[in-house]
């Protein structure tokens, strides 16, 4: 029995997860409803404070087309289903946009080590621009491809979370 999953289904799951991960952890976070950019979880701190947090889900090789995020008080947290059974914990990777940004920098240096025509930008809201990849859309392509070895060193951070440090 083949344990894929739809690809919104995966993604509503992780969602959950994250919730699941910081609320045993003593932090309260909530799911947002309908489709806020950049925004599936709402964190909430005894101070006052809030956080948005990210989510993307795979159950595959890499998570593609990540725009990411940017500003003080954002999280990515990247869930990893590949080779999970329904009752398998999955695993997490939490980033910060200071995070985000580094990954996103050592990335388009691979990807232009192998290539050095390729023109590619990271914007300030940091998502990687292919400028010379034009989409149906007419526009360039954002969006970059994340492999869990990209970002292997944030491998169940909760604590950038729960202790509220996102410099962004």
């Known amino acids: 029995m083949s344990t894929e999953v739809i690809r919104g289904t995966l993604g509503i799951a992780a969602e959950y997860a994250v919730a699941s991960e910081l609320c045993r952890r003593g932090t309260y976070a909530q799911l947002t409803l309908g ?35 940017a500003g003080a008080n954002t999280f990515i947290v990247f869930v990893d289903y590949e080779h999970r059974e329904p009752g398998q914990r999955p695993d997490f990777f939490i980033l910060n946009a200071k995070d985000w940004r580094r990954v996103l920098e050592k990335r388009v240096a691979e990807i232009k080590a192998k290539n050095p025509k ?46 509220g440090t996102s410099a962004g």
């Open 118 to 163: 390729k023109k590619i930008t990271i914007s300030d809201d940091n998502v990687s621009i292919f400028e010379d990849e034009i989409g149906r859309d007419g526009k360039p392509y954002r969006g970059m491809s994340i492999r869990p070895s990209d970002i292997a060193n944030f491998r169940e951070q909760w604590g950038k979370i729960a202790n």
């Open 35 to 69: 489709h806020q950019k950049k925004t599936d979880l709402l964190v909430f701190f005894e101070t006052g404070d809030l956080a948005r947090i990210e989510v993307k889900a795979k159950q595959g090789r890499e998570w593609p087309n990540c725009r990411g995020i």
